[in-house]
């Protein structure tokens, strides 16, 4: 480009002429690459999924346009029902307990002055190990006969319990993984909301008599909104699709009454495992619709209302 | 005085009772690492460092592929990492600092697409791979996440601060290209940026679990989570020797975040707060 093309082309405004718009090409090429591979890996799969799940297919033999069967079949299939209820009961059982935890420990990070760096990186390992490997360290302190729990609980007089091969054991189990591992990451994302609150509304409130809960509720948490939506809204995206996990504790069965079964394990089930494309596909549409869904309610319940920024 | 320093102590004391809470599961598993799968069957458990690790991990590589499975997980997330860095950098340095017809559209639909599940795309995609012939290629796992909208979008929030539009004509003016710009003038500006988004792509890629797991469909040619995965369900009794493994596949991940961790935590909050 020369060396004034690049300005003017800043410059330029109204309606752009053909000619004009292939003077951009340099900025079309510079974006291609993620639309590019978008609309190949990303949108054309979409749309076939679409079409997919009013089909029947196994993969080898014709499909079969079967229109709403694989929808009809999925609201009366009580295996999904299961994974949705597990889906959501870990979900909650695994995001409440995490951020509460980390606003906790973030308010108390805030107001400690030495080794803070060392707390948050420390803080933030569990966040960036290989989960199939914490996937099975967690199975093994959990295992029944020679698990660190059972341990523990036996030292305590209390008798071994079977983890692994019982429903609310298998949640249990899993939902403190995810506590483990999103704690610390939740921790930071408040103590950078923490100090981003100005100093001055903490001491108007201790001139205007505020005790420290009172500051709480009506200063910190308020200020802290837009961040706890943030935490929110990725934890929902995230625990929605929990699948290694579920998968590597209790395998693709989901365990004991299926108590493990989520979502998207299920999905990987009947793509993959049962070779039933057209009914994964009907799957998966549901999994895209409760994302949606879940973020909606979010962000209604935590932008509330009159608020639009 | 010291009623202050007993507040400071027991804050320090629920912090680091916290500290050693995360950092367990690494202590646990160093000691099954080193001690055979019987001392840690005992009751009550060992709880000290063995002197059987080169065993276990000798089981380890008779077991599983280990070594061809790490080397391919390498590839692929060193590949993915720098992919994205570049394409990612430079879409986000064009949206932040251009204007052009259809800005504003194009990036909306980046945006939207950050609400896509990955699932909505797995079935057909696994097609797309077999029509390609990618199926059991690790190209399979690099080329589709080569560029992706989380990255252009974090990048340009850091470029429209960052970079003053003056600089950008200034360059312009001395004869730098549109990509002369973007190597010369916003690259080695977005330093940070870019080691954040380079950590955050190569632990992603070096942890994928699901999408590997099915595309790679040949046992001696899977990466290092699958490898695991696999030692488990085999060998799952044998606590020592997966523990071994699973230790093992974290150590990349360990150095990679203790070289960058600086970085990399200033980085992941920073964008929460101001998103």
Same mark, same amino acid.
């Given at each position: 480009m020369s060396a004034t093309a690049a300005v003017r082309t800043r410059a330029v405004a109204g309606a752009p002429t053909r000619r004009r718009i292939w003077s951009y090409w340099r900025f079309y090429l510079a974006l291609s690459p993620f639309y590019v591979l978008f609309a190949v890996f990303g949108l054309y799969p979409m749309l076939s999924t679409i079409v997919l799940a009013f089909q029947r297919w196994d993969g080898l033999s014709a499909r079969k346009f079967t229109g709403l069967d694989n929808f009809a079949f999925l609201v009366r299939d009580p295996t999904f029902w299961q994974a949705l209820e597990n889906t959501v009961v870990l979900f909650l059982m695994s995001t409440v307990p995490t951020l509460v935890i980390a606003l906790l420990l973030a308010v108390m990070l805030q107001s400690a002055v030495r080794f803070t760096s060392v707390y948050r990186i420390a803080y933030f390992i569990p966040n960036v190990t290989s989960l199939v490997a914490m996937a099975i360290f967690f199975s093994s302190i959990f295992s029944? &006969?020679?698990g660190l729990v059972n341990a523990a609980l036996r030292s305590l007089g209390i008798p071994q319990q079977d983890w692994l091969g019982q429903p609310w054991g298998i949640k249990i189990a899993i939902s403190t993984m995810i506590v483990w591992q999103w704690v610390g990451y939740n921790t930071l994302i408040y103590l950078a909301g923490l100090q981003a609150i100005p100093k001055e509304q903490y001491e108007a409130a201790k001139v205007d008599g505020a005790g420290p809960v009172r500051t709480l509720f009506s200063i910190t948490l308020p200020q802290l909104r837009p961040v706890v939506l943030f935490t929110v809204i990725m934890s929902t995206i995230g625990g929605l699709q929990t699948f290694t996990e579920p998968q590597v504790m209790v395998g693709n069965s989901g365990g004991t009454g299926q108590s493990g079964m989520t979502v998207v394990l299920f999905f990987y089930r009947a793509a993959f495992? /049962? &070779? /039933?494309y057209g009914y994964a596909a009907a799957i998966a549409l549901s999994i895209f619709l409760l994302v949606l869904l879940f973020t909606a309610i979010n962000w209604r319940v935590f932008r509330g209302r009159g608020e639009d920024r | 005085m010291t009623r202050i320093r007993w507040r400071g102590l027991a804050l320090h004391a629920v912090l680091v009772l916290a500290l050693l809470v995360f950092l367990f599961p690494f202590v646990w598993t160093i000691i099954m690492a080193t001690n055979t799968t019987a001392d840690i069957y005992r009751? *009550? *458990?060992?709880f000290s460092f063995g002197g059987h690790f080169f065993d276990n991990v000798r089981h380890v590589l008779d077991n599983v592929a280990f070594f061809q499975s790490m080397a391919n997980t390498a590839v692929v997330a060193i590949s993915t990492t720098l992919l994205v860095l570049f394409f990612d950098s430079l879409a986000a340095f064009t949206f932040a600092k251009f204007r052009f017809p259809g800005r504003n559209a194009l990036f909306v639909i980046l945006l939207a697409?950050? @609400? @896509? *599940?990955a699932q909505l795309a797995a079935v057909p995609q696994f097609q797309t791979m077999a029509l390609l012939g990618w199926?059991?290629?690790l190209k399979a796992l690099i080329i589709p996440g080569a560029a992706n909208a989380f990255g252009i979008f974090w990048m340009r929030q850091y470029f429209r601060s960052s970079i003053h539009d003056e600089l950008v004509e200034a360059a312009t003016l001395d004869g730098c290209g549109f990509f002369g710009t973007y190597w010369h003038v916003a690259l080695p500006s977005a330093r940070p940026a870019l080691a954040f988004l380079g950590i955050f792509t190569f632990v992603g890629s070096w942890n994928d679990y699901m999408w590997p797991l099915i595309v790679l469909t040949n046992p001696d040619h899977v990466t290092l989570q699958v490898a695991l995965s696999t030692l488990n369900r085999a060998h799952g009794v044998d606590y020592s020797m997966v523990m071994t493994g699973a230790l093992l596949a974290m150590i990349p991940l360990v150095i990679v975040f203790a070289l960058f961790a600086r970085q990399f935590i200033k980085g992941a909050t920073e964008g929460a707060v101001r998103g």
């Open positions: 029944t &006969n020679f495992l /049962d &070779n /039933d | 009751f *009550p *458990p060992k697409t950050m @609400l @896509l *599940p199926v059991g290629s």
